[in-house]
């Protein structure tokens, strides 16, 4: 028997109708703020993931598919959504016209990270990229769509903020970090060692307890940021307190991308484990530009359909279409016009055996068929159909042709 790679699962029964009904209700929400589908090539060139997400990220220094095409390209499945939507908003001159673009998108990512609960190599993501926005009511805009996405879902999170600041006040505050993080080096692990030539901002959500208890006293970037940064986070939170989304300010929470500025958001849940991270995202206004675009401000989102399957409330399923069965070999071809004229507007299980009526009741149960409708030796006979409405309980027999 062939199993999937590790780290790699198939959705099948439950798991797929989970999967369906996330995707169906977030597409639902994400509509009705403006947004359009959009699909992009699961394989990019290596260098889009290296320049957008960065070379000193997790993502692209440790987890990626990476392999040379038989054509000797560089390529990459990619680790998340963000960077091909960007390639394609540019690469089909979407920075040149004036309106603002909005899309939304889900399917697979894949990260070559050590498998464990919730964390998967292949993993699925609904996410959202909103360009041409540069206002932080858009910010509040994607969290509180997020916020009704898990709504509708029946899920509960703990969503934390925090600013990664700018241009102007990123740079001065990591050369403070630095200077504070090169006092204690000695005191802090392997990896944060290697962070603060790489990537210093990274060392501040290093897991290891040692490490955090030593930052407790680190420069925050929340009280360094320039007067535009600062007076934009103080707007975000002024507004989720006025909309009553209720949220935890996270000095720490830097992401593990390195295309982020300003507003960074991740919604965390308490009830899956270590890897709580049920969304991320934030904004990214350098990165359309970053990659040969015209400036553009941008923010996005992305959930990890995964890590919702189980806090998912599925809806109580109705009983739903018919099951048609024939109780004499002679009616079973009759069934199949009825089942084609009945498929143009509802679901239809059709039973090829013919079979005893105990028997095809069972099979209208099994597969919650709102009626069961049935031809036996009279019916076919008369040219007339038995039906029983399984919610009411009401039967009738009926001329095939009023059907
Ligand atoms: P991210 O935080 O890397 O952001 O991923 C978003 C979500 O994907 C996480 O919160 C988590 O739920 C899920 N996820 C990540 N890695 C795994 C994994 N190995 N197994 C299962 N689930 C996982 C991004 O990917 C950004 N592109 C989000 C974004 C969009 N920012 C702006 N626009």
Request: hydrophobic content about 35%; glycine content about 8%; overall charge negative.
């Amino acid at each position: 028997m062939i199993n999937p790679l590790r780290g790699m699962k198939d959705l099948t029964f439950d798991e797929s109708n989970r999967f369906v009904h996330i995707v169906t209700t977030a597409t639902n929400v994400a509509k009705k703020y403006g947004y359009n589908y959009i699909e992009t090539p699961i394989l990019e060139e290596t260098s889009l993931f290296k320049r957008s997400v960065g070379e000193s990220s997790d993502i692209v220094g440790k987890e990626m598919y990476q392999f040379d095409d038989k054509g000797g390209n560089d390529v990459c499945m990619r680790p998340e959504g963000t960077a091909g939507i960007v390639r394609a908003f540019v690469s089909a001159k979407l920075d040149r016209q004036p309106m603002k673009q909005k899309f939304y998108y889900y399917g697979p990512m894949f990260r070559y990270e050590r498998p464990q609960k919730g964390r998967l190599r292949e993993f699925h993501q609904f996410g959202c990229e909103s360009f041409g926005e540069g206002s932080v009511y858009e910010d509040f805009t994607i969290i509180t769509m997020i916020s009704q996405i898990f709504e509708e879902l029946g899920i509960g999170f703990d969503l934390l903020i925090n600013s990664l600041g700018c241009v102007t006040c990123m740079p001065p505050y990591k050369q403070n970090l630095v200077n504070f993080l090169t006092e204690i080096k000695e005191d802090l692990c392997e990896d944060c060692n290697r962070r603060i030539d790489t990537n210093p901002i990274r060392v501040l959500d290093c897991k290891n307890a040692t490490c955090q208890s030593l930052l407790v006293n680190s420069p925050k970037l929340i009280d360094n940021l320039c007067d535009e940064c600062d007076s934009d986070f103080k707007q975000l939170t002024q507004l989720l307190d006025k909309a009553g989304i209720s949220y935890q300010v996270d000095t720490n929470l830097v992401r593990g991308l390195d295309y982020y500025n300003k507003t960074a958001f991740e919604f965390v849940s308490n009830e899956i484990g270590s890897q709580s991270a049920i969304a991320g995202g934030g904004r990214y206004d350098k990165l359309v530009e970053f990659l040969d675009g015209k400036p553009t401000p941008a923010v996005g989102f992305a959930i990890g359909i995964e890590r919702i399957m189980e806090l998912v409330q599925m809806p109580q399923m109705q009983k739903e279409g018919i099951y048609l069965g024939a109780m004499t070999p002679e009616a079973v071809e009759a069934l199949l016009p009825i089942a084609t004229a009945k498929r143009k507007e509802q679901k239809v299980t059709v039973e090829y055996a013919s079979k005893g009526f105990k028997s095809h009741m069972k099979g209208a149960d099994k597969v919650n068929a709102r009626y069961a409708v049935l031809i036996g030796e009279d019916e076919l006979k008369d040219g007339t159909l038995w039906i029983k409405d399984l919610e009411s309980k009401e039967e009738k027999t009926i001329p095939v042709e009023t059907f």
